[in-house]
């Protein structure tokens, strides 16, 4: 199948290649970034993503799909898709945490003083934000979070743990979900907040992943004192802010994209290679099932998009490109693994190393974990999509 787009369309994707070979570095740094130790720190990498973000903002794209109103590009859904698939396949680091959640959300509950204050910084990459959900007690059944805020006069105390807290150690603002009413039904009594990331009791502690990176962190609170003017939206009413979905295109073409970019790499490895192939022929077949996989995993996305571009509400059908993207990517890293054999576990620079494809494999473990388990997505398309019963 062959996808068309509207000339508008096609000359926007051509705008977007031409910004990122104008603005990000060549193609060959760009790979080594990914992967392979091109980033000697976290905080080089943040300079990195940040600095191409202010280029990103400068030029109107950072909040893509935002509507002009709030400083975004009001971009079409196909204009999202063309956008994020460009950007994902070239590994640009173009999203973050305020443009895909605190915005949002302020847009439809903010007060008009919280839209005035955050919004231009979020649109600017001024800030970074970082997402303050899953406890060791709640991750996939968020709404069994216990982290409390207790409210004192015009402020709230907040005491508790949050875990897997990406990129917790650099940000300026957290997006807090905490129990507001602890006697309320567990899907009652959270309320959302804006945390300043430095306010006096708040301890971000590393997290060092599989993979030998420092990405996630742990954050405690004690007695951390937040505004009470920093709440966003009703009060006890979080879990159904959280849930919040304005109409953005979510097909999850980026997995897909960058999905491709791996397997277009592994296979000019092995042509440039011929003694891994030769020590592992079968691999030429895995290659093959992978290049299948990616259209397949396209057409799910591009399925989501395109129903959201005629005004429909995709559901079983975003999980189901979820769900295919995330397994998918652990069925090319492993191909990767099978292709290198023991040079896949050379990692760092390390002699001998062809390319990082131990931190390659390690990273996409939690991809069947992060923004829903298999298992929820599995359980969403049976019960939505074929009718099951909730079991």
């Given at each position: 199948?062959?996808?068309?787009?509207?000339?508008?369309?096609e000359?926007?994707?051509?705008?977007?290649?031409?910004?990122?070979?104008?603005?990000?570095?060549?193609?060959?740094?760009?790979l080594?970034?990914?992967?392979e130790?091109?980033?000697?720190t976290?905080?080089?990498?943040?300079?990195?993503?940040?600095?191409?973000?202010?280029?990103?903002?400068?030029?109107?794209w950072?909040?893509?799909?935002?509507?002009?109103e709030?400083?975004?590009?009001?971009?079409?859904?196909?204009?999202?898709?063309?956008?994020?698939?460009?950007?994902?396949?070239?590994?640009?680091?173009?999203?973050?945490?305020?443009?895909?959640?605190?915005?949002?959300?302020?847009?439809?509950?903010?007060?008009d003083?919280?839209?005035?204050?955050?919004?231009?910084?979020?649109?600017?990459?001024?800030?970074?934000?970082?997402?303050?959900y899953?406890?060791?007690?709640?991750?996939?059944?968020?709404?069994?979070?216990?982290?409390?805020?207790?409210?004192?006069?015009?402020?709230?105390?907040?005491n508790?743990?949050?875990?897997?807290?990406?990129?917790?150690?650099?940000?300026?603002?957290?997006?807090?979900?905490?129990?507001?009413?602890?006697?309320?039904?567990?899907?009652?009594?959270?309320?959302?907040?804006?945390?300043?990331?430095?306010s006096?009791?708040?301890?971000?502690?590393?997290?060092?992943?599989?993979?030998?990176?420092?990405?996630?962190?742990?954050?405690?609170?004690?007695?951390?004192?937040?505004?009470?003017?920093?709440?966003?939206?009703?009060v006890?009413?979080?879990?159904?802010?959280?849930?919040?979905?304005?109409?953005?295109?979510?097909?999850?073409?980026?997995s897909?994209?960058?999905?491709?970019?791996?397997?277009?790499?592994?296979?000019?490895?092995?042509?440039?290679?011929?003694?891994?192939?030769?020590?592992?022929?079968?691999?030429?077949?895995?290659?093959?099932?992978?290049?299948?996989?990616?259209?397949?995993?396209?057409?799910?996305?591009?399925?989501?998009?395109?129903?959201?571009?005629?005004?429909?509400?995709?559901?079983?059908?975003?999980?189901?490109?979820?769900?295919?993207?995330?397994?998918?990517?652990?069925?090319?890293?492993?191909?990767?693994?099978?292709?290198?054999?023991?040079?896949?576990?050379?990692?760092?620079?390390?002699?001998?190393?062809i390319?990082?494809?131990?931190?390659?494999?390690?990273?996409?473990?939690?991809?069947?974990?992060?923004?829903?388990?298999?298992?929820?997505?599995?359980?969403?398309?049976?019960?939505?999509?074929?009718?099951?019963?909730?079991?």
């Open positions: 199948m062959r996808y068309t787009y509207e000339p508008e369309v000359a926007f994707r051509e705008e977007v290649r031409q910004f990122i070979k104008e603005n990000l570095p060549p193609e060959e740094v760009r080594a970034r990914g992967y130790g091109g980033f000697k976290y905080q080089e990498e943040y300079d990195y993503t940040m600095g191409f973000q202010k280029k990103l903002s400068e030029k109107g950072l909040a893509m799909a935002w509507p002009k709030y400083g975004g590009g009001g971009a079409s859904h196909m204009r999202q898709l063309v956008y994020n698939e460009e950007m994902a396949y070239n590994q640009a680091p173009a999203g973050n945490m305020g443009i895909a959640w605190v915005g949002p959300s302020l847009m439809l509950y903010g007060t003083e919280q839209k005035t204050k955050f919004i231009p910084r979020i649109t600017g990459a001024d800030d970074w934000w970082c997402t303050l899953s406890e060791p007690g709640a991750g996939s059944d968020l709404a069994a979070l216990q982290t409390r805020a207790t409210r004192d006069g015009d402020e709230y105390v907040v508790g743990q949050k875990i897997w807290t990406s990129g917790g150690h650099l940000s300026d603002w957290g997006w807090l979900a905490a129990r507001t009413d602890p006697d309320a039904p567990k899907h009652k009594g959270i309320t959302m907040f804006m945390v300043n990331m430095k006096p009791g708040v301890t971000v502690r590393p997290l060092i992943n599989m993979s030998d990176r420092h990405g996630f962190n742990e954050v405690f609170f004690e007695d951390v004192r937040v505004p009470a003017n920093q709440v966003v939206g009703e006890n009413r979080g879990w159904y802010h959280m849930a919040v979905a304005l109409d953005f295109e979510r097909s999850g073409i980026q897909y994209a960058g999905g491709r970019r791996s397997v277009e790499r592994l296979t000019r490895l092995a042509k440039e290679h011929p003694e891994l192939v030769e020590r592992r022929p079968s691999v030429r077949y895995e290659l093959a099932d992978r290049a299948v996989d990616i259209a397949v995993g396209t057409n799910l996305a591009y399925r989501v998009a395109t129903m959201q571009a005629r005004g429909l509400v995709p559901n079983h059908e975003a999980s189901a490109s979820k769900l295919f993207g995330s397994e998918m990517g652990q069925r090319i890293s492993l191909t990767g693994m099978h292709l290198l054999g023991t040079l896949g576990q050379l990692k760092d620079g390390t002699k001998h190393q390319i990082d494809q131990a931190t390659a494999y390690t990273s996409s473990v939690s991809g069947t974990v992060a923004a829903g388990t298999s298992e929820i997505q599995r359980g969403i398309i049976a019960t939505r999509g074929l009718g099951l019963p909730r079991g």
